[in-house]
């Protein structure tokens, strides 16, 4: 089981960078992937970033590839999303999510934070 409580959204400008925060609770960190995704109003939930929490490797969509780097913290039991240059079509509800390392489907996730990016 896991639990996951993101925090860190807000409104900011184009431009601008944003950090946002997972907090993560679990008896097996190294069993799981961590991942953001995100949704825009209208349209359909897709993934952002990914990170072995054992390993530290790390995936990006393409859309954000150079912009944001997602990061986790052992000791504070914590996954990053570190958002750069950000961008209009970044305004999304991001969620923090999880899945074990033996499966392909995200099952755990967060209750979403809001990010809007004015132009």
């Known amino acids: 089981q896991v639990q996951l409580v993101e925090s860190g959204g807000g409104l900011v400008q184009a431009g601008d960078s944003l950090r946002l925060s997972c907090a993560v609770s679990t008896r097996t960190f190294s069993s799981y992937r961590m991942a953001w995704f995100r949704q825009a109003s209208g349209k359909e939930r897709e993934f952002v970033a990914s990170i072995s929490w054992s390993t530290g490797s790390t995936g990006y969509a393409d859309s954000v590839k150079g912009r944001f780097t997602i990061s986790r913290d052992n000791g504070k039991n914590a996954v990053y999303l570190q958002m750069s240059s950000l961008k209009p079509e970044d305004t999304a509800v991001y969620y923090c999510?999880?899945?074990?390392?033996?499966?392909?489907?995200?099952?755990?996730w967060g209750q979403g934070t809001q990010v809007t990016v004015s132009s």
């Open positions: 999510a999880a899945r074990l390392v033996t499966t392909t489907k995200y099952n755990y």
